[in-house]
Structure formats: structure tokens, C-alpha cells
């Protein structure tokens, strides 16, 4: 496949550069089984992510890539850093990509974008980004505005670019994959499936929450702000009847405070921490190895590739 | 396929019952095309229902089915004139299945309910339902509270229940179809694309809005009612802007005011109106007739079956 030549991998499943839960032990693990593991650049100082670096290179001798919020303050020293490292794969995301890409290109990189409607990936695909990440409204974390669910995404965005496009937001097993590829998609990248691992960096209770979730049990706040989506828990709450009254996006600000994520995700609050995850958490029901996971995806895909139905008459 | 058996029909595909749109002509035509159509009850009198169910047997021999919301107020006499004039496929929305399915299944009836959680579909299979539609946030028209989207909503459906479960919400196209059958579900049922074709019963302007629509152009509103996909408009931005400040349920049922249906999606006022429709209409770019779209459907899907990638190394 094109995409997979493109990025070096053996399957075309990537593992999302989640905040907190994507650090060395999971991009590695995800490269080692044959797909493409990310480190998620947004929670990590420029320190950090340098280390990070050096230690995924022992862990792994794969290709591995970077993700980069474009909106973070420290996002053009990191596209730096990763740059000197020798990195040549990024997936960039919540920002510009036509200010970031030409330079990336210049220096032989791939660049992935990830976006939320076709209109933004016509504008990846015309800056020269190599492939585009259409992530739907299902996915945790940070969120488009437009509410475009991954279903009538990704068709749309293929329809609209001639570059490869990987889906996101709503894939959790094997029959995901298969739906994905359906529409059109020349791969996937999985966020919630690979945050609920054995390898993820998140607190062990916030896996154990995620595993625990029911279908129902994330919600969508701060659309006022950058909308994110997360665990339903005390904090979400407050933020849902902030949001009902007509709450400002300064009184939402507020109410967010600092550090939420780290205190949620990494340090393991569960009730007041942000515990960013995606609407699949409800089908997930263990913590298996990333490894385990890329298995049981191409295990189940091809399942399901030999099952569907014909039906002309 | 179980489905088609059940149904009595040749393709995995219904036609849902929408307001407005779904009289006659259109349920005819689907089920003359192989697929099942629906009339939808929900805009008619009882009178008028009970004429659609004469003119729609005059234009078909084969099986068609009703769509009955049961929050309505004429909902019980509905379903006792359709029993009367024989029909024996009914789709029930909105509203408590346990109250209804008994008496239908009593009289010989296959009894369908539309879902929006798997709670609710093991619900409606404990219940006597035949089989379910698990429809996403994507869809037009009322909506689930929790928002699962149809990629995440599928799967967890089918493997709640062991009854058939028909995907709805975000499918426009052969690609959707084999999506929806890769999440494991037996059909689809499809309503924008339905919606925007040549029999439906939709003014023409309304039509033309619907393929001139962007991908963006569609809204959740009216969440602290009863939740509803709508295109965008000079109403919807009003019901926007009101939610944006915190407006009550109240106030919004006056800015919502009444029979606004049938001025947008019957009367063609396309500012005041309210215009129900899905994301997918971002995808649909022609009006073709009920028995084309069918037959695409199925040759897309089985030009996409044929051509799903080995992943196996």
C-alpha cells in the first residue's frame, strides 16, 4: 500500500501522539508490531521530549514519528529538536499546517496533518503535506468545531484530496479498521484503543476507568473554547451546567484552571482531573500490549473482510 | 441474509420514514427497487396516513413498511389503522417500545425500533423487537442525548443483542453501506439520501439546498428538547445564539414556535423554516430516483467488497 510505503510500516495503523499516554514504551511498541507508533510531543517540555527521543531510538529500530500541536507555545522548538534528532515523520495538528510544512518538506520530512473537514485537508494537501489524519467528532481529546463524525468525514475528504488519508475517532477493533478502509481511507489512527494499553503512560486508574466506561459516558465541554472530549466525572459536570447557563468562554477559563490534564491523566484524579479519551471507550474492555492490539486488528480486519455479504442479485 | 428474509426484501437497505418527505411515491419506489420503504406517519393525519397506506399499495406489490414516533399524540390510533388495513412492518421512534411492540406482535406484526444506545437495544430486544435501528448523532432529524456516532454506536449494538441491527445516521453512498456491514450490522437504513431524491415528497427548493449543501452546514439544536439536526439557516442561527447565552427550554420553545417543519421542509421557506436533514448531505450532490439510488448503492458496495486490502503479512 501507498501509505504504507509512505511512512515504512508494515500495517497501516497508526497510534495517535495522545497528551500523557503516548511517551517512549508505547510509540516503540506500536513500530515494533508493525505499525507506526507517535510520541505525543503536547504534554512533554522540550527537555522531556528530547530524552523521549533518545529512548524510543534504543527501544525500537523502526520508524517512529512525532505529533506536534501546532498551537503549543514551545511547538516550533520541539519541529526543531525532532528535526536535529534525525526525526523525518510528523503528524502535526490544532494550528497552521502552511506555516510548518514547507520548512518540514525542505528538510525531507513527512508530514501528516490532522483535520477536522475537507476544506482543511484541500488546504493541507495544497501546502504539501504528504497524507492527512480526518478525525471525526467521536475522537477524545481536542475536537473541530464543525462536529463532522469520522462516518461522513473521511469520504468527504477523499473525495476532496488526492493524497492518502488516514480516519480517526471511533476505531476500536477490527471492524472499525474494516469500516475505515471501506470509506476509503488508506489507514488509521487509533487514539482511545492504544491509550488503553499495557504500555500507555496514563495513571493505571484512568486505564482502569476507561476499560470500566459505558457507551454513554464521555461528553464534549468547552466548544466555547477548544472544544475536548472527555470522561463524564465531577469536574465534567460542573463545566456541563456552567456550559447550560450560558457561561462565558472567561468563566469557562476559569473553571478549567491549570494542569487539569496532567492531574487527570498522568497523576490518576479521577474526579477532577481531565480525562481526555474518545466516545470507543465504551467497546473497550481490556489492557492488552500494544503488540496484542495491532494482531487482533489485522486479525479481526481480515475476518470481517472475508464476512461481508454479497449482494447484487 | 436473515434481514432480507425477515423484511421480505431483496437488498439490506430501508428507506426511513421521515416527516415530509416519505409519502407514497418514495416508499414505493424503494420497495419496487429491492430495498424496504417506509412511510413515514409522523407528518400525517390520521386521515392522510390512512390514504398513503391505499395510494402506497396501489404503487407497490411488495413489502412496505410504517414509521410511527410514538411520542406523537395520534401514535395509538395510527398503529391501529395500519393494523386495520394490514400493514405488518412497523418502525417504531421515539418513545417507550415496551408499550407498544406486545400488542403489534400479538397481531402477526414485525416490530423495528429506532435506538441511540445499546442500553436501549437490549431494551427493545427483552421487549419482542424483531430487530433494531442503531442510529448515530450524524443523523438528521431528532436525535439521541448521548451523541454516540454511528461508528461507535453500531458495534456496541450488535454485540449487545443477538436480534438484526440495521445502521442509520451518516450513510449516503456504497462506501457507508460497506462500513455499516463491516461494524456488523445486517442493513442500512438511510434517510438523507432518501431525502434528496427525486420521489421524495420534500419541496424542490429544500432538495436543491441539500446538494448545494457543504459538509459543515448542518447543526445539533434545541439539545435541551428534544435534541435535532437541522441545515443551517437564519432560524437556526436565532435557536444558536439564544443556546450560546443559556436561553431555557422554555424560551426556546417559543423561539421554536409552530409548524415550522412544515414551512421548511414541505413549504420550501428556507430562512424560517426547519430544515431536518444529516451530515451527509455534505456528500450528496444529485437527485436521482429512489430505484438509482438503490442500485448504486449496491454496485458501489460490492466495487468496494472487491477491492478491500490483505493486510496479512
Given amino acids: ?84 534528532a534525525g526525526v523525518r515523520l510528523f503528524f502535526t495538528s490544532a494550528g497552521n499546517p502552511a506555516k510548518t510544512t514547507p520548512r518540514l518538506k525542505a528538510a525531507g520530512a513527512t508530514v501528516v496533518h490532522v483535520v477536522s473537514t475537507p476544506r482543511l485537508a484541500k488546504k493541507c494537501q495544497d501546502c504539501g503535506c504528504d497524507a492527512v489524519v480526518a478525525e471525526g467528532f467521536e475522537a477524545g481529546g481536542h475536537n473541530g468545531r464543525d462536529e463532522l463524525t469520522t462516518l461522513v468525514l473521511v469520504p468527504q475528504v477523499v473525495d476532496a484530496v488526492t493524497i492518502p488519508v488516514l480516519a480517526a475517532g471511533g476505531i476500536g477493533d477490527g471492524r472499525g479498521l474494516a469500516a475505515a478502509l471501506s470509506l476509503g481511507a488508506s489507514g488509521v489512527q487509533l487514539g482511545s484503543r492504544f491509550a488503553a494499553c499495557r504500555e500507555s503512560g496514563l495513571h493505571e486508574r484512568f486505564k482502569q476507568a476507561i476499560v470500566a466506561a459505558a457507551p454513554e459516558d464521555t461528553r464534549l465541554i468547552l466548544r466555547k473554547l477548544v472544544p475536548v472530549r472527555c470522561l463524564r466525572n465531577a469536574f465534567v459536570e460542573r463545566i456541563l451546567q456552567a456550559e447550560e447557563r450560558g457561561a462565558s468562554g472567561e468563566e469557562l477559563l476559569t473553571l478549567l484552571g491549570r494542569q487539569r490534564s496532567r492531574l487527570g491523566m498522568l497523576e490518576g484524579e479521577l474526579e477532577e482531573g481531565e480525562l481526555e479519551i474518545g466516545q470507543i471507550s465504551g467497546l473497550l474492555r481490556d489492557l492488552p500490549t500494544a503488540g496484542e492490539i495491532v494482531t487482533a486488528l489485522v486479525r479481526d480486519y481480515e475476518r470481517v473482510r472475508g464476512s461481508l455479504p454479497v449482494l447484487h442479485a
Fill in 1 to 84: 500500500m501507498k501509505l504504507c510505503a509512505l511512512l515504512g510500516i508494515t500495517y497501516p495503523i497508526v497510534q495517535g501522539g495522545m497528551i500523557w499516554a503516548s511517551g517512549p514504551a508505547l510509540a516503540a511498541a506500536v513500530s515494533n508490531a508493525g505499525g507506526l507508533g507517535l510520541l505525543g510531543s503536547g504534554s512533554m517540555t522540550p527537555e522531556s521530549f528530547t530524552a523521549a527521543l533518545v529512548e524510543t531510538r534504543r527501544l525500537t529500530d523502526r520508524p517512529f514519528g512525532v505529533n506536534v500541536p501546532l498551537l503549543y507555545s514551545h511547538a516550533g522548538e520541539v519541529l526543531d529538536l525532532a528535526l536535529a
